[in-house]
C-alpha cells in the first residue's frame, strides 16, 4: 500500500512495486513548501476529481496514478475497501500536481506528521531569510 513519507523536505507517495506499474510511474516527490493544507477524509470518493489519465481505474477497487484537473494534474493512490484517505492539497505553481490523495490506515496521525514537517520546513526557509 501507498505511504506518505517525509523526508530532507519533501513529501513522497512511497509506492510499492506493483503500485508503480499500476500507476505507471514511480514514487511521486513533492517540495514540502508546496504543502498548502493536509486533511483526513473517510470517503475515497469525496477526494478523487477530474477525469482519469494515466494510471489504473478499478472501480471501487483500485484508483492509481493521474487524474487530469482542469488544467492541473492529480496522483491518487487509493484503495476504496482499505479505510480512509489522506489528502494534501499543494500549490500548483510549486509542485508537480495540485493534489496528492493516499490512503491511510492511520490518517489522523499521517496527516499530523505532514502537516508539523510542513510547519517546520516553512519556519525554517523563512527564518534563513
Known amino acids: 500500500m501507498a505511504r506518505l513519507v517525509v523526508r530532507k ?3 513522497i507517495v512511497r509506492l510499492s512495486w506493483w503500485e508503480k506499474l499500476a500507476a505507471r510511474r514511480g ?10 493544507q493536509v486533511t483526513a477524509d473517510p470517503s475515497w470518493w469525496r477526494v478523487l476529481r477530474g477525469t482519469q489519465g494515466r494510471g489504473t481505474w ?3 477497487a483500485l484508483c492509481i496514478g493521474v487524474r487530469d484537473v482542469s488544467g492541473t494534474k492529480d496522483f491518487v ?3 476504496p475497501r ?3 484517505v489522506i489528502c494534501v492539497d499543494l500549490h500548483a505553481a510549486a509542485a ?3 493534489r496528492v490523495a493516499v490512503t491511510d490506515p492511520v490518517p489522523d496521525a499521517t496527516a499530523a506528521t505532514v502537516r508539523t514537517a510542513a510547519a ?3 519556519r525554517g526557509s523563512q527564518g534563513g531569510h
Open 9 to 11: 523536505g519533501e513529501l
Open 27 to 36: 514514487d511521486v516527490h513533492v517540495p514540502l513548501g508546496a504543502v498548502e
Open 58 to 60: 478499478i472501480p471501487d
Open 77 to 79: 493512490a487509493l484503495r
Open 82 to 84: 482499505s479505510g480512509p
Open 96 to 98: 508537480p500536481f495540485a
Open 120 to 122: 517546520r520546513f516553512l
